[in-house]
């Protein structure tokens, strides 16, 4: 079965600061990786996704994620924190192309200026 | 990009009413469309897997004849939620997937608030 971990409920950061966001995740084959963003009371906006290639990927608003097969993680990154990137942040996975996305429970960040 | 909609955005509703939910791929035609809900700052949860012209695969506890889909066309699915009460309450979104690509794209995501 697919899983996806999102170890920490809240990251917190100051804004110009780095942030990290960590994902882990458990599939029975090769993963097909997400980034989702979710502002209050909105749907999901898109980030980035891994399918296969270069283990970095760069995404939407100066996010990016690098996937690490060895440790099953696909952690969200950006060098430079922004007050605007204060939403719920969550990871997906699914091991075929066309099947439902399995989603972590998500994390809310917090940038305070 | 793909567009999906959703409406109602918003809907109340009295318990024991039924409420119809439409998802619509704008520009693009979804083989298959998937049907989740959220609750207040958690996770979304599969609901339901449609396929366009078959039936709908239900997760493990979700009730079919209480949250009846339909998928009539490549660019349509419908969520009925049939007589509803307050714990149905919650944020429902769904996805469409367009054949040949990985991206889902999600709708807005519609309230419903059963009083």
């Known amino acids: 079965a697919q899983s996806v971990a999102q170890p920490e409920d809240q990251v917190n950061v100051a804004e110009g600061n780095p942030l990290t966001v960590k994902c882990t995740y458990s599939?029975?084959?090769?993963?097909?990786l997400f980034w989702y963003v979710q502002y209050p009371n909105r749907g999901l906006q898109f980030l980035l996704k891994?399918?296969?290639?270069?283990?970095l990927v760069k995404g939407s608003y100066g996010f990016e994620a690098e996937f690490n097969k060895s440790q099953t993680s696909f952690h969200l990154k950006k060098p430079s924190a922004l007050v605007s990137d204060s939403a719920l942040y969550f990871c997906a996975v699914r091991d075929q192309a066309g099947t439902a996305l399995i989603f972590g429970k998500g994390t809310t960040l917090s940038v305070s200026s | 990009g793909a567009v999906v909609s959703q409406h109602p955005s918003r809907v109340i509703c009295k318990s024991g009413t039924s409420v119809k939910i439409e998802c619509r791929s704008l520009d693009f035609q979804a083989t298959t469309m998937f049907w989740y809900r959220q609750f207040p700052k958690q996770s979304l949860m599969l609901m339901a897997t449609?396929?366009?012209?078959?039936?709908?695969?239900?997760e493990q506890g979700v009730e079919k004849d209480k949250f009846l889909i339909n998928h009539a066309s490549l660019t349509l699915s419908t969520l009925t939620v049939t007589s509803a009460h307050p714990e149905d309450s919650s944020f429902y979104i769904c996805s469409a997937h367009g054949g040949g690509g990985n991206e889902q794209f999600f709708g807005p995501g519609t309230r419903l608030t059963v009083l």
């Open positions: 599939v029975s084959g090769n993963p097909y």
């Open positions: 891994y399918i296969t290639g270069d283990n």
């Open positions: 449609s396929n366009e012209g078959s039936k709908a695969t239900y």
